[in-house]
C-alpha cells in the first residue's frame, strides 16, 4: 500500500488549504481513512477520520467547523479541506489508512501512513 500526501504549504491566518492523499495498492473503498498531524515533540494526534463510504466523520475539537474531510472513491483519494486555518494549526499532517472500513482515532489503528506535508499556517 502506498499513501501520496500533498497540498501543503505556507498559508496566512485565515486562509484555506486543500490536502489530497492518494491511494494504491488495496481497494480503497474497503478501508476508512485518516488525516493527522504532529508538531515537534508532541504526539501525533487524529485531525479527522471517514469511513469507507464517506457517510460517517469524525472530527478532532479543534479543527471541527473548519475543516472538512471527504473521499472519491472512483479516485481512490481522501481530502481535507482546512478553512480558517489557525497558526496552532501548522504542523506535518499525515493520510493514514486503518485495517476495517470503520472509523478508529487512535494512530495505533491505522496500518499504513503517507509521508506526510507540512502546513505552516502564518500569523
Known amino acids: 500500500v502506498q499513501l501520496q500526501a500533498s497540498g501543503g504549504g505556507l498559508v496566512q491566518a485565515g486562509g484555506s488549504l486543500r490536502l489530497s492523499c492518494a491511494a494504491s495498492?488495496?481497494?480503497?473503498?474497503?478501508?476508512?481513512m485518516g488525516w493527522f498531524r504532529q508538531v515537534p515533540g508532541k504526539e501525533r494526534e487524529i485531525v479527522a477520520a471517514i469511513n469507507w463510504s464517506g457517510g460517517i466523520t469524525y472530527y478532532a475539537n479543534s479543527v471541527k467547523g473548519r475543516f472538512t474531510i471527504s473521499r472519491d472513491n472512483a479516485k481512490n483519494t481522501v481530502y481535507l479541506q482546512m478553512n480558517s486555518l489557525k497558526p496552532e494549526d501548522t504542523a506535518v499532517y499525515y493520510c493514514?489508512?486503518?485495517?476495517?472500513?470503520?472509523?478508529?482515532?487512535?494512530?495505533?489503528?491505522?496500518?499504513?501512513w503517507g509521508q506526510g506535508t507540512l502546513v505552516t499556517v502564518s500569523s
Open positions: 493514514a489508512q486503518r485495517p476495517g472500513d470503520y472509523i478508529r482515532w487512535g494512530a495505533r489503528e491505522y496500518d499504513y
Open positions: 495498492g488495496r481497494t480503497f473503498s474497503n478501508y476508512a
